[in-house]
């Protein structure tokens, strides 16, 4: 933009001068044109002599730039020549005159290249033909020019009598290979940034070049200046963004060096492989083993195959690489490996390519792997967390919406109950017997139970699960066969979780206690319909059913407090029963002639005599006493004998023993065998008597009567 400043400068002088009468010849008329024009001519004359320059100079940058990389090939190449001239020596042979000479003219090649570098000169080029090569000027290519040759110097002494005749010694040969082992990778290094340098370099001057021949055609299309000029800002920034972004990919890529090897055209690893490697495969790698074989046991086929293809684009020399670099699909692998020890554990490993070219042909892949395990690791434990957090969130704000006296109530229930698990479980001795062991993890079962329901119906959903999880210890203790005193020790720990949990819902009910903590309240109709409307709602969704709830609960403020507490478990655990159990799904609904949504009805109420009712009812599939002794006959708690003499009334008795369920599978909504354990409990703490009449593919019904 510089370049058209002066453009600008004589317009305001031109401006700032009188105006002259124009002359009767075209000169006077045109003079402002003529001017524009001059400075046109002029200022393009400008544009293309430095065109001409810089693009000169790029000429001269590329022959540095190609020669820079025969630089860091030739390297190599004498390096590796060296390699197989110690191998020769080691298996008593002769030393072959090709591997001789393409050590002679490698390093033929290279000091007479870093001599020119250094102070300019003609030089073979890449095809044979000579070519002039100009020394390097800038500070950074100095630095590293000299670099290289510190490096070179003592390497081309070392040489010098394996390249003058064929009469040197092992301790010559010995000498030059152990300085190549020892500095190869460092001269390899300081030559990798020379190249760097002189890709910068010639980047500078083809942008200097751009920005010369945009102001020409900015100053030719004036009346098209603005747009332009936003639009090569634009395309200005996106350059650079781009330019970052690969120069960021390269650092990334370069910084990798966990696990290196080189991979041939034909998918085989290379001689020398990195010492991480291994490990990081879990198996010992031999070079010349085909890659894909290798991770053939590790991968999915179609992984497999994606990488197989990503790799042919890679060594495909018209594909660039930049543009496949976003496809590969090895980038996050997920691998079973075996340890130390012989264990096969998870790893996620990430694998990464870089072409390794000899002018236009890929000769090999530069693979670079990364475990990357810890890394997958703690963003799922960062996504569990951000999850665990959304739900406790979620549960204070529950928390927060549910009347106040509801939540007192709740909490010091919640309270009761989980102290009244902790003195079970302490108080079983380790000497204990098994049944009693039993005892005690069937009256915590009941109390955990109770427990989940209570927090489902005001959807702590948090509470609920852990409540659950405390359930799926206690039976595996149960299920186990080793149930002793000690083992129940070890279970307050997530007891301790649930209690910390509760404490700090009581801390919040304990600063909401002014606005209002009565029982009656925490009681009222309309608190327990919410909380038992919450309950269907949270366990038909649950399901997969649909469920239509009557709850007629306008009795419930004059039963005393401490048996509408166990009259509240009761109407949850039986009301969770009609809907899991009873209600079928729509499409079972529908092939048996009903409506899709099911019916659930709870009423409590005084009944004629002056006694207490509580009614639970579905229009559900009913209770089947074949299904039930099936069941049992399962579970292997009667024989086939003994249940064809029980009628069907002792059958159906069974379902409210401990352990005993129909479900399917255990959820956290049923499967084990306890909801209708704690309300024939809680039946007999209310002195009360429960009834039950059912019929199969219409309705069952539970009624409990107390005083």
Same mark, same amino acid.
């Given at each position: ?88 020596? @080691? =298996?008593? /042979?002769? *030393? ?6 393409? +050590?002679? &003219?490698? %390093?033929?090649? #290279? ?62 040969? @010995? =000498?030059? /290979?152990? *300085? ?6 460092? +001269?390899? &290094?300081? %030559?990798?940034? #020379? ?513």
């Amino acid at each position: 933009m510089s370049a058209v400043l002066p453009v600008h400068g004589a317009d305001r002088i031109a401006a700032a001068r009188p105006a002259r009468k124009a002359g009767p010849g075209l000169f006077g008329k045109y003079r402002e044109i003529i001017i524009a024009v001059a400075f046109f001519l002029l200022f393009d004359l400008g544009v293309l002599v430095l065109n001409f320059y810089t693009s000169f100079k790029i000429d001269q940058d590329t022959v540095t730039i190609n020669l820079s990389g025969r630089q860091r090939y030739v390297s190599q190449r004498v390096a590796r020549t060296l390699l197989e001239l110690d191998a020769t020596r @080691a =298996a008593g /042979l002769f *030393y072959k005159p090709e591997t001789l000479a393409e +050590l002679r &003219s490698g %390093a033929k090649i #290279f000091q007479i290249s870093q001599v020119a570098f250094r102070e300019g000169g003609t030089i073979p080029g890449g095809d044979g033909k000579p070519v002039y090569l100009h020394p390097v000027t800038s500070s950074r290519g100095r630095e590293l020019e000299e670099k290289v040759e510190t490096l070179w110097k003592p390497y081309f002494a070392l040489l010098q009598p394996l390249l003058t005749g064929d009469n040197f010694t092992q301790q010559e040969l @010995a =000498a030059a /290979l152990a *300085y190549s082992q020892a500095n190869n990778s460092q +001269l390899l &290094s300081a %030559a990798n940034d #020379f190249v760097t340098e002189t890709q910068q370099i010639g980047a500078s001057r083809a942008s200097v070049l751009r920005m010369v021949q945009t102001g020409g055609i900015v100053l030719a299309l004036l009346n098209f200046a603005f747009i332009l000029f936003k639009f090569l800002r634009r395309l200005k920034t996106s350059d650079a963004a781009i330019e970052a972004a690969t120069e960021e990919n390269r650092e990334i890529l370069a910084s990798v060096r966990e696990g290196l090897f080189l991979l041939t055209p034909g998918h085989q690893l290379g001689s020398q492989l990195s010492r991480s490697t291994h490990a990081l495969f879990g198996k010992t790698l031999v070079p010349g083993q085909n890659f894909f074989e290798v991770l053939s046991t590790m991968v999915s086929l179609k992984a497999l195959t994606d990488a197989r293809d990503y790799v042919e684009l890679l060594f495909s020399p018209h594909v660039k690489e930049q543009l496949v670099q976003g496809i590969n699909p090895l980038s996050e692998v997920e691998l079973t490996v075996a340890n130390r020890l012989g264990q096969q554990t998870t790893r996620y490993l990430s694998f990464h390519f870089n072409r390794v070219q000899d002018g236009a042909t890929v000769r090999h892949l530069l693979v670079t792997v990364q475990d990357i395990t810890q890394k997958v690791e703690l963003q799922a434990r960062l996504a569990s967390e951000r999850q665990r957090s959304q739900k406790e969130l979620s549960m204070m704000l529950k928390a927060f919406e549910t009347e106040p006296a509801m939540m007192r109530a709740f909490v010091e229930r919640a309270e009761a109950s989980l102290l009244e698990v902790n003195d079970l479980l302490r108080s079983t001795s380790s000497a204990a017997s098994e049944i009693q062991v039993l005892k005690a993890v069937d009256g915590a079962y009941r109390r955990i139970h109770a427990f989940k329901g209570d927090a489902a119906s005001l959807g702590l959903e948090i509470l609920a699960t852990l409540a659950h999880q405390f359930e799926s210890e206690l039976q595996k203790l149960k299920d186990s066969g080793a149930a002793t005193g000690d083992a129940l020790l070890a279970l307050p720990l997530p007891l301790e979780d649930l209690l910390s949990k509760v404490g700090a819902f009581k801390a919040l009910s304990q600063k909401r206690s002014g606005e209002g903590t009565s029982p009656r309240q925490a009681n009222s109709p309309e608190s327990l319909r919410a909380a038992l409307s919450q309950l269907v709602a949270e366990v038909a969704a649950d399901c997969g059913k649909r469920v239509k709830a009557e709850l007629r609960m306008d009795g419930a403020p004059e039963v005393p407090p401490a048996k509408m507490d166990l009259v509240r478990e009761i109407a949850i655990q039986l009301l969770r029963n009609a809907v899991v159990h009873g209600v079928e799904t729509p499409a079972a609904r529908q092939a048996a002639g009903k409506t899709a949504e099911g019916q659930v009805s709870v009423v409590l109420g005084p009944d004629e005599s002056g006694q207490w009712q509580l009614t639970v009812r579905d229009d559900g599939a009913g209770l089947n006493a074949a299904d039930v002794r099936r069941r049992l006959l399962e579970l292997g708690w009667y024989n086939a004998e003994q249940l064809q003499s029980f009628s069907d009334k002792q059958i159906v008795a069974n379902i409210f023993k401990p352990g005993f369920s129909t479900a399917g599978g255990t959820s956290r909504h049923a499967g084990r065998g306890v909801g209708l354990d704690l309300v024939q409990a809680n039946v007999q703490s209310l002195g009360a008597r429960l009834l039950l009449s059912s019929t199969p593919g219409q309705h069952t019904e539970f009624r409990v009567v107390f005083s």
